[in-house]
């Protein structure tokens, strides 16, 4: 059964730093492009950042460019992202997922398949 599990979230304050892990089993996903996505209390859930399979081409929301860094580890199925810098807005449930190489690089949540169940991520002020 394909399943993807983020972990790392927690309760840090403004200003600090932290460094979600989604890990992949069930199949390799090291040829398929990958991505972050976020959903705040009330909100609906908004793209964060994804990686080309490559591991060289990136996407990044304006609201976290020059803040978080994703980045994929192939050898071991997983792709991370460090949130340096973050701010009480960034709370949310953190979530991943796959998308289609024919996708790329569209951000729409809709392009992308097999999600995680995600990870709290709260800033506190």
């Known amino acids: 059964q394909v399943q993807l599990v983020e972990s790392g979230g927690g309760l840090v304050q403004a200003g600090g730093s932290l460094r979600l892990s989604c890990a992949a089993s069930?199949?390799?996903?090291?040829?398929?492009?990958m991505g972050w996505f976020r959903r705040a209390p009330g909100k609906e859930r908004e793209f964060v950042a994804a990686i080309h399979w490559n591991g060289i081409s990136t996407n990044y929301a304006a609201s976290v460019k020059g803040r978080f860094t994703i980045s994929r580890a192939n050898a071991k199925n997983t792709v991370y992202l460090q949130m340096n810098s973050l701010k009480p807005e960034d709370t949310a449930v953190y979530s991943c997922a796959v998308q289609s190489l024919l996708d790329w690089p569209s951000t729409n949540s809709g392009t992308f398949g097999t999600w995680g169940q995600g990870t709290q991520v709260t800033v506190s002020s």
């Open positions: 069930g199949r390799t996903f090291s040829n398929y492009p």
